[in-house]
Nanobody, 121 residues
Framework: QVQLVESGGGLVQAGGSLRLSCAAS????????MGWYRQAPGKQRELVAA???????NYADSVKGRFTISRDNAKNTMYLQMNSLRPEDTAVYYC???????????????WGQGTQVTVSS
């Protein structure tokens, strides 16, 4: 069974920084796409940053220049460095991965349980 476990959320003042981690565990053959999403109260879940299938990165316009996505393939772990945080960054942040558990298996979508990020003004 594949699990995605996020950590690193918390309460920070505006202008501060946090680093989120997402560790993927279980039987994983390959990871096609991996990224971070967030959902604020009363809003839809939105993409924050992601690695695409060709290894390039995508960022939401609202976080460009402030957030950096990275990963350690050997550890199946992804990170999100968040700098210059703003109150509007307050949300539950979710890790997402589309991966295969065997070489001939279908790509399957997985979500972590989420980690709360709260930015105070």
């Amino acid at each position: 069974q594949v699990q995605l476990v996020e950590s690193g959320g918390g309460l920070v003042q505006a202008g501060g920084s946090l680093r989120l981690s997402c560790a993927a565990s279980g039987i994983i053959f390959s990871i096609n796409v991996m990224g971070w999403y967030r959902q604020a109260p009363g809003k839809q879940r939105e993409l924050v940053a992601a690695f695409t299938s060709d290894g390039s990165t995508n960022y939401a316009d609202s976080v460009k220049g402030r957030f950096t996505i990275s990963r350690d393939n050997a550890k199946n772990t992804m990170y999100l460095q968040m700098n210059s945080l703003r109150p509007e960054d307050t949300a539950v942040y979710y890790c997402n991965a589309v991966l295969r558990t065997r070489y001939d298996g279908p790509p399957t979508n997985y979500w972590g349980q989420g980690t709360q990020v709260t930015v105070s003004s």
